[in-house]
């Protein structure tokens, strides 16, 4: 190993000593990922209401960009392209594959969904009494409604003139304090 190591030139020297780690540090990240044991998360985003920012520069960009770096500089080099030109292969190579990881983390963040329930997506929905509720603001009950593809047991009131018993169809108008609904018998 050490003799065919030593007969390679200085040049294709240079890019197995970046290709080695390079595959053994891949390896590493690509088990660790598969295990759960990531710890770096390469889709956080900024913490603004769930947007990611564009990012290039991670751990894992630039292990796939060594890694594609390397192997393809050993290939072209061997393909006897030369010095100058094997270099800037092998760059635009490792750019293209930063490039590709970064946009497939990016567009795998997209489909991520917050399944934060927002109160104002229940104005106007149509739900059904779960625990009574007293006329003329006189008590609390329970609606049962879905909200955002979700079945949700909400704290309602009323300012109906008439109680509203289990099963009644009702329609949100408001929202108060961010939890209670107000709710009206829904006529058809």
């Not at 603001?137 to 300012?159: D, P, R, S, W, Y």
Request: hydrophobic share 50%; aromatic share 12%.
């Amino acid at each position: 190993m050490i003799e065919w190591f030593n007969g390679l030139s200085q040049f294709e020297q240079i890019y197995w000593y970046v290709a080695a780690p390079a595959s053994l540090t891949f390896l590493i990240v690509m088990v660790s990922t598969f295990v759960g044991a990531d710890a770096e998360d390469d889709v956080a985003g900024d913490g603004v209401d769930g947007e990611v920012g564009f990012q290039f520069f991670t751990f894992k960009n630039m292990v796939g960009f060594l890694l594609i770096f390397s192997w393809t500089g050993i290939g072209f080099h061997r393909m006897g392209y030369s010095h100058g030109t094997t270099v800037i292969l092998s760059v635009i190579c490792g750019l293209i594959m930063m490039f590709a990881m970064t946009g497939i983390f990016y567009l795998l963040n997209r489909l991520v969904e917050d399944g934060t329930m927002k109160m104002s997506n229940a104005v106007g929905k149509i739900g059904e009494v779960y625990l009574p509720i007293k006329a003329d603001n006189g008590g609390f009950g329970k609606v049962q409604m879905t909200i955002q593809g979700a079945v949700h047991e909400l704290q309602a009131m009323t300012h109906d003139k008439e109680d509203l018993a289990v099963g009644t169809v009702v329609r949100v108008e408001e929202i108060i304090n961010d939890h209670i609904l107000v709710v009206t018998r829904k006529i058809s």
